[in-house]
């Protein structure tokens, strides 16, 4: 069974940035054929993608956080990584990290999610 | 305002049958396939359909997807009171994002 655990920093100062990683057990992300990504929901609000990568592939970001975000992978653990920079306050949301099985992007659905980690930007 | 349009609410009592809808555009339900999230209170969403009308191994087939056109729905037969939830559409967009509706909140009668 394929798990997701997402993990950092609750706290971030404005102007910031914010760090997390997803650590996937039960499937390496280099031999698996799907894409890995990130998603967050601000307190009392809806969904919002951030993006999403398939290892040896293509890394998709939306477009409304491209310049301020960076996803990447740590083979040696198996896990991959957020950098969101110059945060405000806005940015406060629960992070999922999420498995996507498709090679394709567009095959747009995510069947195995972490637990979710509130980060909070706030001095 | 989310690319993807859902009602803020919808409601049933328990055995109705109830749907929610999904309304995009050309460039992304109308081109792309439709996946629904079930997401209980402080917990994550959980896939409940995909490729439009495809559940995934363990979600029950009172849950059910259409698509037509610019847009989608989601049933739900045989109501029970942990349908309670908020529910959420998603799809590509051609515009190379990916998106979501804004929620719809269920509540059970």
């Known amino acids: 069974q394929l798990q997701l655990q997402a993990s950092g920093p609750g706290l971030v100062n404005p102007s910031g940035t914010l760090s997390l990683t997803c650590t996937v057990a039960?499937?390496?992300?280099?031999?698996?054929?799907?894409?890995w990504g990130w998603i967050r929901q601000p307190p009392g609000k809806g969904l919002e993608w951030i993006g999403s990568?398939?290892?040896?592939?293509?890394?998709w970001y939306n477009p409304s956080l491209k310049s301020r975000v960076t996803i990447s992978v740590d083979t040696s653990e198996n896990q991959f990584s957020l950098k969101l920079n110059s945060v405000t306050a806005t940015d406060t949301a629960v992070y999922y990290c999420?498995?996507?099985?498709?090679?394709?992007?567009?095959?747009?659905?995510?069947?195995?999610w972490g637990q979710g980690a509130l980060v909070t930007v706030s001095s | 305002q989310s690319v993807l349009i859902q009602p803020p609410s919808a409601s049933g009592t328990p055995g109705q049958r109830v749907t929610i809808s999904c309304s995009g555009s050309?460039?992304?339900?109308?081109?792309?396939?439709v996946s629904w999230y079930q997401q209980l209170p402080r917990t994550a969403p959980k896939l409940l359909i995909y490729?439009?009308?495809q559940r995934p191994s363990g979600v029950p087939d009172r849950f059910s997807g259409s698509k037509s056109g610019t847009s989608a729905s989601l049933a739900i037969s045989g109501l029970q009171s942990e349908d309670e939830a908020d529910y959420y559409c998603?799809?590509?967009?051609?515009?190379?994002?990916?998106?979501f509706g804004g929620g719809t909140k269920l509540t059970v009668l």
């Open positions: 999420a498995s996507q099985p498709s090679t394709t992007i567009v095959k747009f659905h995510f069947d195995f």
């Open positions: 039960g499937v390496s992300i280099t031999n698996s054929n799907q894409y």
């Open positions: 990568f398939y290892y040896g592939g293509s890394t």
């Open positions: 050309s460039s992304n339900i109308e081109a792309y396939s």
């Open positions: 490729g439009n009308n």
């Open positions: 998603a799809a590509w967009d051609g515009s190379l994002i990916g998106v």
